[in-house]
């Protein structure tokens, strides 16, 4: 089962896969589709307020922060790793519980990327919000660090996420029923 939709004026076919017996989701892979991920960064920051840095979780939305940030013309952006690295200093975790990932996580700052953000206006990416808990892990990690969070993003609304109104986001995506309707 599919479902179609077009995202930054690009077509395409969201597989819908099993959460539990009463509830599937469109699952929106923005790795290794380069359109999607050009057209939604470029969507985006038109949408986009004024910011100095861009965060991501370790996670699908790597390849949009970082098309966001070349296309805003910044020369780096801050991804929060799944776990904390030999290079990492002074590191600051958080715990995140997402839909699509069947345990808990960790995300991780470390000194480096502190120093990037501290004191600056850090623009929270994604690729689909649908629960908001990597949302609110990320923004967890942010209030240790001392900056201001400039605004949160994604390419995709999921559910009620796309009811909130602290989210920018370019398109609602529904949740589905175990027949492929929408919810």
Known sequence: MFYEMTIAGCKRQLPLCKINDELYI???IMFSDVEITRASAAALLEKAPEFDVIITAESKG??????????????????????????????????VDSITTDHIQTL????????????KKVLIIDDVISTGESLLSIETLLKQVGCEIAGRMAVLAEGEAAD????????????????????
């Open 108 to 119: 991780c700052l470390g000194q480096t990327e502190i120093d990037k953000m501290k004191g």
């Open 26 to 28: 469109g699952a929106f």
């Open 62 to 95: 790597i390849p949009l922060a970082y098309e966001m940030a070349r296309q805003a013309g910044i020369n780096d952006y801050i991804v929060a790793r799944k776990g904390p690295k030999l290079y990492m200093q002074n590191v600051i975790t958080t715990e």
């Open 164 to 183: 909130r109104d602290d989210i920018i986001f370019l398109e609602k995506l529904p949740l589905f029923n175990a027949d492929g309707t929408v919810k």
